[in-house]
């Protein structure tokens, strides 16, 4: 996955409709809740079970696709506004979380 490229193409496709002002920060960050609100939402009342056996529902799985790459899409815009270099924000990330949740009995990586 190009995430640049990915970004480009959400730039290019709010400046058609000239959306532009309405892509700030706190808009889209409120965005990414809803959908994530709504991605939750296919899955409220299931037991643990059925949420894992939903993937083999064809019409339940194209939901979930759909609200995953909605909220994937406006994370992209999120980090895009307030220029975050995903890669490098995961990867520090993921040191931070081996520190703070070490696995017992091993010592943390150092970063």
Known sequence: MDIQALQQALRDFAAARNWQPFHTPKNLSTALMVEAAELAEIFQWMTAEESLAAR?????????????????????????????DIPGAVASKLV????????????????
Do not use: F
Request: net charge negative.
């Open 96 to 111: 931070k979380n081996a520190v703070k949740h070490p696995v017992p009995g091993v010592a943390p990586p150092h970063g």
């Open 56 to 84: 083999l529902d064809a019409a339940t799985k194209e939901r979930i696709a759909d609200e995953v790459a909605d909220v994937l899409l406006y994370l992209l815009q999120v980090a895009d506004q307030c220029a975050i």
